[in-house]
Nanobody, 115 residues
């Protein structure tokens, strides 16, 4: 089992920045991929960014050049640095961890972009 706890969401003006954090606990040795997904009101959950155990990263086209995913292996944390935020980035952001057998989710953290 893997437990994920996110933090760092909040209210920010368009053009502003936020950094989300996710700490993993439990069977962390089994994690192959960690990532961030988001779900905007009335929309399906979508991938924002993910980082593989090899260090490879993937980003949604909509966030490339604005968001950066990173990890601190020693502290079992993954981060999402979000810059140049837009109104369309408003969503609940979920931390995700994948093992060879299961997918785990955090409880989500709200990001609101509004002037």
């Amino acid at each position: 089992q893997v437990q994920l706890v996110e933090s760092g969401g909040g209210l920010v003006q368009p053009g502003g920045s936020l950094r989300l954090s996710c700490v993993a606990s439990g069977s962390i040795f089994s994690i192959r991929i960690m990532g961030w997904y988001r779900q905007a009101p009335g929309k399906q959950r979508e991938l924002v960014a993910r980082i593989f155990s090899t260090g490879r990263t993937d980003y949604a086209d909509s966030v490339k050049g604005r968001f950066t995913i990173s990890r601190d292996v020693a502290q079992n944390k993954v981060y999402l640095q979000m810059n140049s935020l837009k109104s369309e980035d408003l969503a609940v952001y979920y931390c995700n961890a994948e093992t060879s057998a299961q997918t785990y989710w955090g409880q989500g953290t709200q990001v609101t972009v509004s002037s």
